[in-house]
């Protein structure tokens, strides 16, 4: 059970930003399967960023996706994490909850 103070902390929380780090094969389809996910839920990622990169000791390269989302319900963020994880190209996979504070509004 959560304490009375948890709660009342929750609730004067912004929402939630779910930050996807993903590690992928260096393959055509890999992205578009990636934000396939997100579009069959009808859901815009609000950041997306890709890069390209490769290691010096073996041959294959990579790519490193972060995806950002805002407001996903918990269920949500579950499904998600592991529709990703169940994509073959996907090597890697890590979520993290980002609370950001709304910026405030200086008195004029």
């Known amino acids: 059970m ?3 103070n948890e709660l009342s902390l929750k609730k004067n929380l912004p929402p939630a930003t779910v930050h996807y780090a993903l590690v992928t094969d260096d393959h055509p389809g890999a992205l578009p ?10 859901i815009t990622p609000d950041l ?8 010096t000791v073996l041959p294959e390269r990579y ?5 950002h989302v805002i407001g996903l319900s918990p269920a949500e963020q579950d499904i998600i994490r592991h529709k990703l994880a169940a994509q073959i190209t ?10 950001i504070k709304p910026r405030v509004k200086l008195a004029s």
Request: proline content about 3%; overall charge positive.
């Open 90 to 99: 996907v090597k890697n996979i890590r979520e993290e909850i980002l609370y």
């Open 63 to 67: 790519l490193c996706i972060d995806i």
């Open 33 to 42: 399967r990636v934000l396939e996910l997100f579009s069959l839920r009808n």
């Open 2 to 4: 959560t304490a009375p």
């Open 48 to 55: 997306v960023k890709v890069q390209k990169y490769s290691q």
